[in-house]
């Protein structure tokens, strides 16, 4: 069965890093209706690391979720965009594992950064979602937790140059430590663009 992409895009103005993963679990494995919704998956408890040094920072322990308007007011204030690289997929096992997913169609990317003009940093959650941006770009998929420098034309006939991030899953199923992961994630989110950006 063909799925199409569930929520919308969330882009502040003035966002300087555009993170991008492939398509949310099934619905029934959400605990907020925003990005990465699963209550085990680690995202934000990444972002707690990383920001705070504290892991569950966003946790919501007693309602097994997010503290949804205080992460979202977070990303605000920090520029940070996300979207996804899928935008109609097929689950051919039924579940999210993206070794699973059949992209049909993915993300307009050249009018995803006209949206996003100040956007120079373009961040992948997982290898499939890497993929989908080397293959739009045409440049070879970062090795995980660095980048690659890339230019593409956009839908308006500007130019942009920008820096693919591979990032590792947050997924508990790849085999990293959350602490490792961000480590990963911290080069991206503390580095000298993102953090002169807020």
């Known amino acids: 069965m063909m ?25 029934k494995r959400w605990s907020m209706d925003f990005y990465y919704p699963n209550f085990i998956n680690d995202m934000w408890r990444i972002f707690g690391l990383v920001y705070f040094n504290d892991k569950d920072h966003f946790v919501d322990a007693a309602h097994k979720t997010f503290h ?17 690289t899928g935008r109609e997929i097929v689950r051919e096992k039924g579940n999210a594992a993206d070794k699973h997913l ?5 993300i307009d990317l050249k ?13 992948t959650t997982g290898e499939k979602a890497a993929s989908v941006v080397a293959a739009i770009t045409g440049t070879a998929i ?21 820096r ?3 990032m590792p899953s947050s997924s508990r199923a790849y085999p990293l430590s959350i602490d490792k992961k961000a480590e990963m994630y911290s080069r991206l989110l503390l580095s000298d663009s993102a953090v ?3």
């Not at 949804?68 to 996804?84: H, P």
């Not at 059949?102 to 993915?106: A, E, L, N, T, Y």
Request: proline share 9%; charged share 20%; net charge negative.
């Open 3 to 27: 799925e199409t992409h569930p929520l919308e895009p969330f882009f502040p103005r003035g966002a300087k890093i555009l993170m991008c993963g492939t398509f949310p679990p099934s619905k």
């Open 68 to 84: 949804l308007a205080e992460l979202k007011s977070f990303l605000i204030s920090k520029g940070i965009a996300l979207s996804d």
């Open 102 to 106: 059949s992209i049909k169609s993915h």
């Open 111 to 123: 009018s995803v950064l006209v949206e996003l003009p100040e956007c120079r940093d373009v961040a």
């Open 142 to 162: 970062p090795p995980t937790g660095q980048y690659m420098e890339c230019e593409l034309l956009l839908s308006d006939g500007s130019t942009r140059s920008f």
């Open 164 to 166: 693919h991030w591979r």
């Open 196 to 198: 002169s950006a807020n």
